[in-house]
């Protein structure tokens, strides 16, 4: 009989220790509903976008709009200024931008972008293409949008200096002539 009771006991604390688990998750899944509920007040709040496709194509859409209002000017002087560059493309219209390109150790490119206000303005800026700013003639055009993904494939080339030797591998071919003395035959 005394065996029995003891089953009953431990079949008792089983069975609350199992509710006790279900309460808890039950509390753990009422807290996630209530973080995923906050987390999309917030993301709305914060006007982002839930479709990271739909942010791509607008972040595309959105760059082709302000290079449709952007000119590449090249041929820039290394030592002339973004400012110098606003004064000289001034006339054209409210520049909202001017971007000297420079390499991994800030020297500058020799080439500018420059962004307007308004797309008519590009037409203007185009008609300043062949005049000079620090005594270099200025070339510019209308930028272009670059497509992801549409990256230009550059063949490699061969290199001079390997052009007559055999390839690493390569069986090297038989001696012609002994290898004891020159003209001597085998």
Known sequence: MEGDDV???AAETNESELDDMKKRLKEMEDEAAALLEMQAKVEKEMGS??????????????????????VFVGNVDYLCTPEEVQQHFQACGTINRVTIRSDKYGQPKGYAYVEFLESVAVQEALLLNESEL???????????????????????????????FPPRGAPMPPYLFSPYGYGYPI
């Open 7 to 9: 089953d009953m006991d």
């Open 49 to 70: 976008v839930q479709d990271p496709s739909a942010s791509t194509a607008a972040s595309q859409a959105n760059r082709e709009e302000v290079d449709s209002r952007s």
């Open 134 to 164: 620090h005594g270099r003639q200025l070339k510019v055009t209308v930028k272009r949008t670059n497509l992801p993904g549409m990256k230009q494939f550059r063949a490699r080339r061969p290199n001079p200096y390997m052009m007559g």
